[in-house]
């Protein structure tokens, strides 16, 4: 196998530092050519030191001249700003590039690398919800693959392998429930920030992990899916799987069924993105059924948790409206996060945006970005009304 060369965005987040693990394990299959951070200098320098990467971003301008006093003396090119993050994913010196930026910054890198030609491994699903039929369309044009790195839609990508001329009838996204599985509203009036960063399975980030809490996070793969697999909303089904053993399924034309399980680990997914169509020998925990005697199942609940039920909204009517929950969503979960507003409230917000944004039907890149400016400028005033 001939050395990957990775440009890893967003490399001190949850993804970014299980990527690195992955790739520390893996010598001979990859290298590190790019790092980038937003906020977090510190750990950004660390990993630079260790993986000698050639070039890194930091995103926050004022931090560029401590990074560069700690790394330039080790040759390593230091860079800051949306432009640097953007443009160093063209370098001639990487192979594939590992999006694990959080939310809408993903886009504009990821539309840049694809336009150069360098195959993505995503694990910014914000990416394909804004702008999945422009994201789509180029990597079409420029024979860019997109491995997903998500652990449902990996599921979905490892059970279609060796089944392209077989038509699906249908794929289900599992969901694990998230900390407020079962519960009413009533009790979601009154949840806080500590208990909604309480994921039962899964280490995530904190936005992520809200969105999780809320079922956005699923209401965004669902959107992400139709990209990823060019499905119709009634092809793209969730059912909430509390073990968070099966990953996702796929359901052919046939009646059968294949599914992806594995423990909640997200080193495999992003592996297996990186180092696609091999699978690389790892030493990852391994399954044991015999402790999970029981697997059980249990229909999403779209009326207490209306973030699923606007995603499905969204994707069904089209144009920007994904853009416009996504921005929304982005706004609101922050709020939220510094007890601006409550836990259903991030809800009402996002609703209220989809009435208030102007529906744009064929929207192209300039017009992503004023629908992301306008959901946000709403957004903010909605939370300045509840505060």
């Known amino acids: ?10 490399s001190t987040g949850s993804i970014g530092t299980q990527a690195l693990d992955v790739l520390s394990a893996q010598p001979d299959a990859f290298t590190v050519q790019v790092l980038t951070a937003q906020h977090n200098a510190d750990l950004l320098i660390q990993q630079a030191i260790q993986f000698r990467p050639a070039e890194v971003v930091i995103g926050n301008e004022e931090l560029v001249s401590k990074v560069k006093i700690a790394l330039e003396p080790l040759g390593i090119r230091v860079y800051s700003g949306p432009e640097a993050l953007a443009s160093v994913v063209e370098s001639d010196s990487v192979d594939l590039v590992l999006t694990a930026l959080v939310g809408y910054s993903g886009l504009l890198p990821t539309l840049r690398a694809i336009r150069a030609g360098k195959a993505i491994a995503l694990a910014n699903k914000e990416t394909l919800v804004v702008a999945g039929a422009l994201v789509t369309q180029l990597a079409r044009e420029h024979q860019v693959p997109i491995f997903p790195v998500d652990s449902e839609h990996s599921a979905i990508f490892q059970c279609l392998v060796g089944e392209e001329n077989n038509p699906i009838e249908k794929i289900i ?5 998230g900390p407020f599985r079962g519960k009413d509203r009533a009790y979601l009036s009154t949840v806080t920030r500590a208990q909604a960063l309480k994921h039962p399975n899964w280490s995530m980030g904190a936005k992520i992990t809200i969105d999780s809490a809320s079922l956005m996070n699923k209401g965004l793969e669902v959107i992400e899916a139709k990209w990823l697999f060019d499905l119709e909303p009634s092809q793209i089904e969730v059912i909430v799987h509390p073990q968070s053993i099966i990953h996702s399924l796929v359901q052919f034309e046939d009646g059968s069924l294949k599914a992806q399980l594995g423990l909640p680990d997200m080193r495999l997914p992003i592996q297996y993105a990186l180092a696609y169509p091999q699978r690389l020998k790892a030493d990852f925990p391994r399954f044991d059924f015999a402790q999970y005697p029981s697997l059980t199942f249990e229909p999403a609940d779209t009326q207490t948790f209306r973030n699923l039920a606007l995603a499905y909204e969204a994707l069904a009517k089209g144009g920007n409206s994904a853009c416009i929950i996504n921005a929304a969503n982005e706004v609101a979960v922050a709020a939220f996060l510094q007890d601006e507003i409550s836990f259903l409230d991030m809800s009402d917000v996002i609703e209220t945006c989809t ?23 709403i957004a903010a005033e909605l939370i300045h009304e509840k505060v």
């Open 1 to 10: 196998m001939t050395k990957k060369r990775i440009a890893l965005l967003g």
């Open 173 to 177: 996204l599992t969901a694990s429930g």
């Open 355 to 377: 009435a208030k944004v102007a529906f744009i039907e064929n929207p192209q890149y300039t017009d992503y970005v004023e629908t992301d400016q306008e959901t946000r400028r």
